[in-house]
Structures are given as C-alpha cells and as structure tokens.
C-alpha cells in the first residue's frame, strides 16, 4: 500500500521562513487575521484527512475505477463517504467568499492543502479541484442570479463543478470548437453539442453539477473571437435553490485510461441543454481563462503531491532494501548486504525526487501568495506587479512541475526495481497517475510556447524583468557573502544566459518563427530552473545561518541545495544549445521522408 506522512516541517520552513507569510498576509485588509498559529492548525488536520481518509483510497481507487451505467457513472468504493467528510469539515469553503459562505481564507493556504490531497490521491481531489475552479470562475464573471444560484452551493461542496472545453475534433485549438448555442427567450440558451475528456463530468458525489461550457452563439465570428461561456447544470435549480428538472446534459461514456482510474473522465452530450451566459458574449475564452489559470496552477501542485509521495516511499524503501555492499567496504555489518542508500545513483535518484520536491514547494506556495497579493493588496501598483509575475510563472508552474513529477516518479519505481513494477507496491501507479498531468490543461508543449512566445517575446520581456529583478537583487546583496558564493554565482551565471537566449529567440524569430516553437520546450527548461535555482539559493542562505543550531534539518536543506546545484542546474547548459540550435534540424526533412 506504500506510506504518505505530511511535510509539515519542510511546509512550515517554506510558509513561515522563507516566505514569512505572516506579515507578507498582514498587508492585506482580507487576510490580516490569518497568523501563523491558524495555518498550522489548519495544515495539521487537512494532512490528517489526507493521511488517514483519503491515501488510504488511493490503490483502491485504481484498481476499481469507474464504473458506468445507462449514463450513471459510480466513483470507487469509499469515494463518497469521503467526500462526504470533506464537505463536513469545511474544507471546499477553505478560500472561498464569506458572501457566499466561504471562509475567505489566503490561497496559499488552500494550495498548501492541496499538495496534501494530491500526494494522498490525485484522482479523488480532481474532484472537489476541478469544482473550485469553477466557483471562481462564476465569482468573477457570473451576475449577481447566476451567483446567488450557483455559489453557495459550490462552497459548500453540495455541487461541484467541470470545465468542457475540448470536442473530438479539437483540443486545444479552441477555435475551431462547434458546440452551439441558440438563446431562448427568457434570457438562457439551448447548449447543443459533445465535449469529450471531461474529468469528474458525471459521478455519484454530489447532488448536482455545474458545467462550464464553451460553445458559439448564432452570430458569433470565427475563431477563438467567436466564443462564449455558459453555466449548463445536470439539473436546473429552482428559485428556492432546490434541485429542478434534469437538464438535457448527460455522460455518454467514460473513457478506460492509463492512470487516474479513481476519476471520472467524461464523454458529454449536450442535447438542447439549457444554460446561462457566464460573461460577455464571444468573450468565453477570456471568461474560462480564470478557471484554466487555476487549473493550471492545480496541475502543477498534482505534480508537485506525487513527485513528494514517491520520495517519501522511494527513501523507506531504500533504508530497508539489502542488496550489494557499498564500493567503500560494508556499512551494515551484521547484515548480509547493505541497504541499497549507501549506492551512489540510488542517493542520485532519491536526491532528484527530494531537490524537485523542495524547490517545487517554494516555488509554487510563492506563486500562490503571489495570487494573493494580485486579488488582495490594497495598493494597485502590488496587485499589478504581483498579477504579472502569476501570469509569467503559471505556465512554468505547469510544464515544469509536471515535467519533473513524471521524471521523479519513474525514478521511484526504478529505486524499488522490480519491486516498483507491481502493483502491490503503489511505485507504478504514481507513475501512470504523473503521466497525464504533462497533458492536460494545455500541453506542455502548449505552455512553453505560452511562456515564450506569449509571457515573454510579446510584451519584450517585461514580465521576465519584473522576475529578473528579484534574482538580481539576491544576487547583488549576497555577492560578497563567500560562503553564498556557490550558489549565488551560479544562479548569476544561468539569469545571465536566459537573458541572452531570450535575445538571441527573439531575434531568430523574425526572420523564422518557427524557431519559438523549436526553442520553446528547451527554454521552458532553462526558466524551470532559473525559478529553482533562485528558491534553492534563498533556502540556502536561511539554512547556513541555521546549520550549527542542532536542528538537522537545516544540514539536509544545505545538502540538498549542493546537490540540485552540482547535479541538476548543469541540465540547462544542454537545454541552451538545444534551444540555440533552432528550427533547420527539425524542419529540413520533408514530411514524405519520415
């Protein structure tokens, strides 16, 4: 079954010294309250619930999967019990508006809590993950009827909520999408249309569903400017908020995938489905962006919640594991063999997991305060720093994350060696479930480009100078620290080279864009850890201070910043040439040739 404990030391050592939320949250009229004592009280019993409620579904929930049935789908066995839990304790309130009966509480808590339930089970939280992308969506963009209807009940987990974007004949290119919808004349819409690859679209935990749905109107132009976005419930409320007729919107099927058996992943059909218009009209894109933008920053905790479970199990598994005896002479001498962590490459790959984890959990709870700062701070030139930075590191979020989660979790497996390739063991699951997070929400392929082209190349990287100004002020105030100086130079040294890449792209691309999307992939890369670096570096500097304070947690975070640096940052030198290397090598054989 494998084992899950929650990193509360190292959550708190990024919460509080790192990031020292405290008086970072106190700026904020909304979220001057939340002090330290209650985020830890909070992390305490959300990892109790992950730890004891929801982990031990996880296995079960591969091997059962979904079961379908005359469009009935039914989630694995201890599922709705333990959402029904969920519900009680308040947790899908967590960050949500006390207008609507929210708690009103910082994201970066609720991303904290997150990684939790994604480390515990990835498939169940896509749940209740997916439905509070939903309520921000109609929070921000609903009228005052639409949230009146809607909010309160997806705060309370009473409904939870999908986001139906793509259709057989297109994924990410939206554009091309053909769900239709006609208006009707007492102001909602006739939804027509089938969306595939809907996770959680039909289950059997909540009492109804609220779908956001991408479709045209009938005078809407071509394109992704032709768009427009509809709340479609599976059933229509009434006025007094209790459940009305069954809407025309129903699950088709559900698809037999590589991982993530525990959720539902949806083929729907929307037949005369009515709903109601979220935003302007062919302006659903901009409208979903909101949902899509938390879903991306969800993925990205997904990666970071597995990339932490595998270590954790990987590491016990190599404390316990005899096999061979140490090229140094035996170290466990009244054993027959030595545990395989005295082997050089299983510490390579058990510290892998651990400096991806680490620099993962800084990175991402930063970017979540940054959210905070972008929704909550009461001066408008912070709100507007903070929303370009959320908006530059998103897709990196995404992509890297993910990219290093599929990466760490094979690196568990081959630590349990064949052990990890059965699935008693839980290692081969993590590594099924990893798999499809580099593909949804956008590619990470989709995001680098995103990242490069979009965040970076279009606004001639001023978002990467608002970055880039921060690496620069660590830089300069710990440059003549001499024991700073293996991490300060180095992070120096890879801004530096991103900075001339990012020149040398731009440049390239007008006169080929095909060299941005040859790049993009490579640069994302070089940005992934640039980010990395710059968190390991901070970590690094509050561990030497505390390195003699008799606390061994400080000499494993100084350990580990030494290994990302010597052993992982070095990958970028191979991203740089092959990003410098450009479109001809991909591009020069004709298609006929392949």
């Known amino acids: 079954m494998g084992q899950y404990q929650p990193p509360l030391r190292d959550m708190h050592f990024v919460l509080h010294e790192l990031l020292d939320v405290e008086s970072q949250l106190a700026e904020m009229p909304a979220h001057a309250e939340t002090n330290r004592e209650l985020i830890d009280q909070i992390l305490e019993e959300g990892g109790k619930f992950c730890a004891e409620v929801i982990f ?6 591969d091997r059962e999967g979904c079961t379908w049935d005359k469009g009935t789908v039914t989630t694995p066995s201890g599922f709705k019990e333990a959402y029904a839990q969920y519900r009680e304790a308040g947790w899908p309130a967590l960050t949500c508006d006390p207008e609507f009966g929210g708690q009103g509480l910082p994201q970066v808590v609720n991303n904290a809590l997150y990684e939790m339930m994604n480390s515990s089970n990835q498939a169940w939280t896509m749940y209740p993950g997916l439905s509070h992308g939903a309520y921000e969506c109609i929070h921000a963009h609903g009228s005052a009827e639409l949230k009146r209807a809607y909010l309160p009940k997806l705060v309370s987990g009473e ?15 939206l554009g091309i999408l053909r769900t239709k919808a006609e208006p009707h004349a007492d102001g909602s819409y006739a939804i027509s249309g089938t969306k595939i690859f809907i996770s959680s679209g039909e289950h059997d935990l909540a009492e109804n569903i609220v779908h956001l749905v991408l479709a045209r109107l009938p005078d809407a132009p071509a394109g992704t400017k032709g768009i427009s976005l509809f709340a479609v419930p599976k059933f229509v409320p009434n006025a007094d908020g209790s459940l009305g007729a069954r809407n025309g919107a129903a699950c088709g099927s559900i ?9 539902s992943t949806c083929v729907m059909n929307f037949d005369g489905a009515q709903g109601w218009l979220l935003g302007q009209p062919h302006k659903g894109l901009q409208a979903m962006f909101v949902m899509m933008n938390a879903a991306r920053l969800g993925v990205g905790m997904q990666g970071l919640g597995l990339t932490e479970v595998a270590y954790q199990n990987s590491l016990a598994y190599a404390r316990e594991r005899l096999q061979s005896r140490a090229l140094t002479g035996p170290k466990a001498k009244d054993k027959a063999a030595d545990p395989i962590i005295v082997h050089p490459d299983v510490r390579r790959m058990l510290l892998t997991q651990k400096a991806y984890a680490e620099a993962g959990r800084a990175f991402s709870y930063f970017v979540a305060l940054e959210l905070d700062r972008a929704l909550a701070h009461p001066d408008a030139k912070a709100r507007e720093e903070a929303d370009d930075v959320v908006a530059l590191l998103i897709p990196i979020i995404k992509a890297f994350l993910t ?3 599929f990466e760490c979790t094979n690196l568990g497996l081959q630590v349990f060696g064949g052990h990890g390739f059965i699935s008693e063991w839980g290692m081969e699951q993590y590594v099924r479930d990893a798999r499809i997070n580099q593909i949804y929400e956008g590619t990470n392929t989709i995001q680098s480009l995103d990242l490069l082209a979009r965040k970076v190349l279009a606004d001639q990287g001023a978002k990467l100078k608002k970055f880039g100004r921060r690496v620069e002020a660590f830089v300069i105030e710990n440059k003549d620290d001499a024991q700073m100086a293996e991490f300060v130079a180095p992070l120096a040294d890879v801004a530096e080279k991103l900075q001339k890449l990012t020149m040398e792209i731009g440049m390239n691309a007008m006169k080929n864009p095909d060299d941005v999307g040859a790049a993009a992939v490579p640069y994302m890369k070089v940005a992934g850890h640039l980010v990395f670096a710059y968190f390991w570096a901070r970590m690094a500097k509050i ?16 350990a580990t910043a030494r290994f990302y640096f010597a052993k992982l940052l070095p990958e970028t030198a191979t991203a740089i040439r092959q990003a410098r290397a450009g479109a001809a090598p991909l591009m020069a054989l004709d298609e006929e040739l392949f």
């Open 56 to 61: 031990p579904l996880n296995q079960v929930g």
């Open 255 to 263: 698809e037999h995938k590589m991982g993530i058996h525990g959720n």
């Open 159 to 173: 409904w939870t909520g999908t986001m139906c974007l793509t259709e057989p004949h297109c994924g990410t290119d």
């Open 543 to 558: 561990a030497l201070a505390k390195q003699d304070s008799g606390d061994a947690f400080y000499k494993a975070k100084l």
């Open 403 to 405: 990219d290093n989660a």
